[in-house]
């Protein structure tokens, strides 16, 4: 039999035994090695030591902490955050310990977990953003996401709307930045706009986009009381979950061909299950990112997507993340 033949029959029989087959879910983010593709995002339950801790203890691939500012937030006033039927909306209003915290945390976090530790930066000015970026150059953190993006902060823009602003920020801490770093980017909508800011986003090394931010300035309403869910803003929120899912895969995917694989994309927005997972890779992710469903349903969802992901993966005949990532069909 030829080498193809028999590797067609190999693919036929590991399919059939499903989730025997060994499935490899490695990947490795701005060259940076994950043991899986699935890890939190940064947002939920990730601000204090002892929440990271859950996150360490957990299948989370790598520990994302809370975007942090030069000084301390306590963050916006409550309720900032609810549940909704398919996901979530939130003002938290970046509540984080300020930088230095989460410079100790990560030598903690890396110590004791031994997995990769992402520190997420969210500056209130250039200046900020460049002394948070010098200062972890000399971190244990692996990787630095870039959160220029957050919907919530009252009297801010989202910064990844502005291109010009964008660019002056990615030059700055660009000249700056020792670590690998990403940028975390709100939903786009606007077919030029996607162009846009991969145009301005090509010109630095930036490792990876990790798409989508919660999607800004939502309302959602109790109809029997007749007020806001949340307080901020007069009840405006990122909304984050299963109502993002399809926005975050077109812009994971809208990405993905933008950059022709040279920039990586993350993709974070409604996975709950290893289906949505295998979407957003199908689609061109090279990991996943979990906010809202950890949240939701706890630290066992990392194990549960992760198992489910593998199982969907080894039911196609797919042993390993290359296999199908990037590769969505044409109708
Ligand atoms: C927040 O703290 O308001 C959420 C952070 C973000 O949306 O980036």
Redesign the pocket.
């Given at each position: 039999m030829c080498n193809s033949l028999a590797h067609a029959e190999d693919s036929k029989n590991d399919a059939k035994n499903g989730s025997k087959m060994k499935i490899d879910l490695s990947t490795k983010i701005a060259g940076v090695k994950l043991e899986t593709c699935v890890f939190n995002a940064?947002?939920p339950a990730d601000v204090t030591l002892e929440e990271l801790e859950v996150i360490g203890k957990s299948k989370s691939s790598a520990v994302t902490m809370?975007?942090c500012t030069l000084e301390p937030r306590v963050?916006?006033p409550e309720p900032r955050y609810a549940d909704l039927e398919y996901g979530s909306i939130?003002?938290?209003?970046?509540?984080?310990l300020g930088y230095k915290a989460y410079i100790k945390f990560a030598r903690v976090l890396k110590k004791k977990f031994k997995k990769p530790v992402i520190a997420s930066i969210?500056g209130m000015t250039l200046e900020d953003n460049v002394i948070m970026f010098k200062a972890f150059n000399n971190s244990a953190v692996d990787i630095i996401e870039f959160?220029p993006?957050?919907?919530?902060?009252i009297g801010k823009p989202i910064i990844g709307y502005d291109f010009e602003e964008m660019d002056r920020l990615l030059d700055a801490v660009s000249k700056v930045c020792k670590k690998p770093f990403g940028v975390?980017l709100p939903a786009y909508f606007d077919l030029v706009h996607f162009e846009q800011i991969a145009g301005v986003i090509k010109k630095y090394p930036v490792k990876f986009v990790t798409c989508i931010?919660?999607i800004g300035n939502g309302l959602a309403i109790n109809p029997y009381t007749e007020k806001p869910l949340i307080k901020p803003k007069g009840g405006l929120g990122?909304i984050g979950g299963g109502y993002t899912k399809y926005t975050t895969l077109a812009n994971v995917r809208r990405f993905y061909e933008l950059f022709e694989d040279k920039i990586q994309v993350i993709g974070v927005g409604g996975v709950y299950t290893g289906i949505d997972a295998f979407e957003l890779i199908l689609a061109g992710a090279s990991a996943v990112q979990i906010g809202t469903a950890y949240l939701q349903k706890g630290p066992y969802i990392f194990e549960q997507v992760q198992n489910e992901l593998g199982d969907f993966m080894a039911n196609k005949g797919y042993k390993k993340l290359s296999d199908f990532r990037g590769q969505l069909k044409p109708l």
């Open positions: 940064s947002g809370k975007s963050g916006n939130n003002s938290m209003g970046l509540p984080n969210s959160n993006g957050s919907p919530n902060t975390k931010n919660s990122g």
